[in-house]
């Protein structure tokens, strides 16, 4: 089954700064990988997707992820945090199979932003 | 505007009552699911369906009921067989098996359920 693992619960960071969300997953196959955003006492939001091809996506809102399959990684950046950011923000893998849809999340990273 | 909508955004209940929650999508999307959020635990897969009348049980599905008579409505009842019933809920659609390049999932803005 696949799985997904987010290392860092919480991080803060000074607006203006650069950010670097990681992400790990492990799955037997070249996945779908999605980040997502949550506001508080809100649903998530589509950030990027990968699916194929380039392994640099582009994203809403200033963001970007890199596929590494060497690493099993689909790290988020952003070059320059808004205070506006501060949200919680969530990696996920999707399987490519007939379930085609069905995603697992990981546990999410807090972000803060440091005026 | 397509999406989908969730109600009520807030829920009491009290302890031994049954509720259902309410999810309602108009993105001509196939694939409909449940989530629980508890403080810290990410998204939890409670049910989902992936077709009309037809839906399979998640990773917690204990205590929860679902039905999917129609394409674009896919309602959570609560029992009262479920220990800890308090927490946020999130209903989401995707495309499902005819989709492609990601199949991404679509989020309502979530019901907040509180057991007194």
């Known amino acids: 089954a696949q799985s997904v693992t987010q290392p860092d619960i919480h991080i803060t960071v000074s607006e203006g700064a650069s950010l670097e969300l990681r992400c790990n997953y492990s799955y037997g196959a070249t996945p779908y990988l999605f980040w997502y955003v949550q506001s508080p006492g809100q649903g998530l939001q589509l950030l990027l997707k990968y699916f194929s091809g380039d392994t640099l996506v582009q994203g809403i809102k200033g963001f970007e992820a890199e596929f590494k399959r060497s690493q099993s990684s689909f790290n988020l950046r952003k070059p320059s945090v808004h205070w506006s950011d501060a949200a919680e923000y969530f990696c996920?893998?999707?399987?490519?199979?007939?379930?085609?849809?069905?995603?697992?999340f990981g546990d999410g990273t807090t972000l803060t932003v440091k005026p | 505007d397509g999406g989908i909508t969730q109600s009520p955004k807030y829920l009491f209940r009290k302890e031994g009552q049954n509720v259902t929650l309410s999810c309602e999508q108009n993105?001509?999307?196939?694939?409909m699911y449940w989530y629980r959020q508890d403080p810290g635990q990410g998204l939890r897969l409670i049910y989902y369906?992936?077709?009309?009348?037809?839906?399979q049980k998640g990773d917690i599905a204990e205590g929860y009921s679902v039905s999917r008579e129609k394409k674009e409505s896919f309602p959570l009842t609560v029992t009262s067989a479920q220990k800890n019933p308090t927490a946020f809920y999130l209903c989401a659609s995707s495309i499902g098996r005819t989709g492609r390049k990601g199949n991404e999932q679509f989020f309502g803005p979530g019901t907040r359920l509180t057991v007194l």
């Open positions: 996920a893998v999707g399987v490519i199979n007939t379930n085609a849809g069905k995603s697992t």
């Open positions: 993105l001509n999307h196939d694939a």
């Open positions: 369906s992936q077709i009309v009348n037809d839906f």
